[in-house]
């Protein structure tokens, strides 16, 4: 597959890329500092420069055109709420729009388990602004016509992995996810029809990501 990760100087998509490169994928990362080019490239995917604030729907369906899949992995990063906007849900929005309009099957959102009006936090806690974000991306996917998963990982660690889960998670029950993990779960669900069309809140257990894709 021909795979575009946007936010690929992040930390999970840094793991990412080298796990679907060696799986013989062909990959893009989108970054937004040139200075971050050296850092992608040395995972083998191939760096492309671009500010997903400002570009237009018009110029993502022209960086996807010829793409299979996209995972999005970007963030503001709690840099300000204006930004979590643009970013979060406006940006992550138009490439969506722009994945459908460049004729691509899968997109994979890295989102988190707390991205459900279920479990709102007040609206004075500065984490609603990110919360309402990420819902309305979520729910903006699974309106379209794409092959869409979302994945919603516990609280991110920098723990190591070992591509086992713990599927009975869910949304803020206090299971941590490592960021291997989160990017071992992205390259398996991005070429794996099983996934399609789902949401996927999970943790670290002992439950093989195949194992677990097989149950859905």
Do not use: C
Not at 28 to 47: I, K, L
Not at 68 to 87: C, F, K, L, M, Q
Not at 93 to 108: E, H, L, Q
Not at 125 to 134: I, L, M, S
């Amino acid at each position: 597959m021909r795979i575009t990760i946007f936010g690929g100087h992040g930390k999970v998509a840094l793991l990412l890329a080298p796990l679907l490169v060696e799986a013989g994928h062909e990959v893009s990362s989108v970054v937004r500092n040139p200075d971050h080019v050296s850092d992608v490239e040395a995972t083998g995917a191939t760096a492309v420069v671009s500010s997903l604030e400002d570009a237009d729907t018009a110029a993502l369906t022209e960086l996807l055109s010829g793409q299979d899949g996209v995972v999005w992995s970007a963030g503001a990063g709690g840099s300000s709420p204006e930004r979590t906007d643009a970013v979060d849900r406006d940006a992550a929005i138009r490439s969506m729009d722009a994945a459908v309009a460049a004729g691509v099957k899968r997109y994979v959102m890295v989102s988190f388990s707390g991205a459900s009006t279920e479990h709102l936090v007040p609206e004075d806690d500065p984490f609603r602004r990110y919360q309402d974000a990420k819902i309305a991306a979520d729910e903006h996917l699974r309106g379209t016509e794409l092959g869409w998963t979302v994945l919603g990982p516990g609280a991110l660690t920098d723990d190591p992995a070992d591509a086992r889960v713990n599927p009975a998670a869910t949304s803020r029950d206090g299971d941590e996810s490592p960021r291997e993990l989160v990017a071992q779960v992205a390259a398996a669900v991005v070429a794996d029809d099983r996934a399609t069309r789902k949401t996927l809140v999970f943790g670290k257990g002992d439950v093989p990501i195949d194992d677990w894709l097989s149950s859905l």
